[in-house]
């Protein structure tokens, strides 16, 4: 059965840092481009940043370029989302899935092409 596990939220403080992971279960995250992607209370899941399987291109929406870093260790068949100098707007649940391509426009998919969404991890950042 095809699964992604969310992890590693929490609560922070605006400027500080979290480690999301992205767990895998069920096939191979490597042959798999993942992004990751956040719903806010009230407004619509949008894409976060993904990184291919291809040649591990890595892209970011405006709003994270040069807070968050994505990464994939292959061996343990997980993704991570590193975040920092995280913001107030940054308070989302957060979910990773697997697509052929990074493409954001899946954050509006019922099911995303491989899986289902998961539970997610909370970050809620807040003084």
């Known amino acids: 059965q095809v699964q992604l596990v969310e992890s590693g939220g929490g609560l922070v403080q605006p400027g500080g840092s979290l480690r999301l992971s992205c767990a895998a279960s069920?096939?191979?995250?490597?042959?798999?481009?993942i992004g990751w992607f956040r719903q806010a209370p009230g407004k619509e899941r949008e894409g976060v940043s993904c990184?291919?399987?291809?040649?591990?291109?890595?892209y970011y929406a405006d709003s994270v370029k040069g807070r968050f870093t994505i990464s994939r260790d292959n061996a343990k068949n997980t993704v991570y989302l590193q975040m920092n100098n995280v913001e107030l707007e940054d308070t989302a649940t957060y979910y990773c899935?697997?697509?052929?391509?990074?493409?954001?426009?899946?954050?509006?998919?019922?099911?995303?092409?491989?899986?289902?969404w998961g539970r997610g991890t909370q970050v809620t950042v807040s003084s």
């Open positions: 069920g096939f191979t995250l490597d042959y798999h481009a």
């Open positions: 899935a697997a697509d052929g391509e990074c493409d954001f426009s899946i954050a509006t998919m019922t099911r995303p092409p491989f899986g289902p």
């Open positions: 990184i291919s399987n291809s040649d591990g291109s890595t």
